[in-house]
């Protein structure tokens, strides 16, 4: 994968299994004011919208049904083989619903991108926000890390705080959540994209500085902190 600084677009596989609605955010931002270039996009479901969401903005698709492969690191083989071929700079996570193999994470040290919808390191995994509302936490949110061999464990960039209302059901937290995740996703890419932010010796530097903890944005019924 293509390591230089970033003088063009920076380049671009997303992988997802739905809807792809942080796909799409990514996309509207690539065609404003994102140096982001999309090269692919992937899915695990033939069916996943975000398949036409690609399509509709004349984006290269891939499908690779993972029902079709005997083993998980048969899957990743041929999902590493795809990616290659478009040699991007990043590859995006944008809900993809499988646990990659600790042999794939391992090709692309500090080039695989996720988003979490929890305040990491909370909640690794499914049903977070099922899981926030039985521990009656007062916040909940969504966390932009960059991919490692440890589930959901990778070092946190940006994360976006929503507070858990009284009367919140899954549905109502996962949608305000999903609001913010979209933000600040486009906040991480952008750091990426101009050059601001680096994975160097297993420290994050964002503008020249170590980011030590991970930025903090709270949603606008939190009194929303912005970022410039």
């Known amino acids: 994968m293509a390591q230089e600084t970033h003088l063009r677009p920076l380049r671009l596989v997303v992988v997802i299994s739905g809807n792809g609605s942080n796909l799409q955010t990514i996309i509207d931002a690539s065609q404003s004011d994102l140096a982001v270039e999309i090269s692919a996009v992937i899915s695990n479901r033939p069916q996943a919208y975000g398949l036409q969401r690609a399509e509709n903005a004349n984006i290269t698709t891939h499908t690779l049904d993972h029902t ?7 899957f990743d083989t041929e999902l590493k083989q795809i990616i290659d071929g478009h040699a991007p700079d990043l590859i995006v996570l944008a809900g993809f619903m499988r646990v990659l193999s600790n042999a794939f994470v391992h090709e692309y040290p500090g080039q695989i991108l996720n988003i979490h919808p929890s305040l990491l390191p909370k909640y690794r995994g499914l049903n977070t926000h099922a899981k926030a509302i039985a521990a009656k936490d007062k916040y909940h949110g969504a966390s ?7 589930l959901d464990g990778g070092p946190v960039i940006v994360q976006a705080r929503v507070p858990i209302l009284n009367d919140d059901n899954e549905e109502s937290l996962a949608k305000r959540v999903q609001e913010q995740e979209h933000k600040i996703y486009i906040e991480a890419l952008r750091w990426l994209s101009e050059g601001r932010l680096h994975w160097h010796d297993d420290a994050l530097i964002l503008d ?18 912005k970022i410039v």
């Open 144 to 150: 932009v890390h960059f991919v490692t061999e440890t």
């Open 208 to 225: 020249d500085q170590p980011l030590l903890q991970p930025i903090v944005i709270n949603s606008e019924e939190a009194n929303e902190a």
């Open 68 to 74: 079709k492969f005997s083993s998980r690191e048969a």
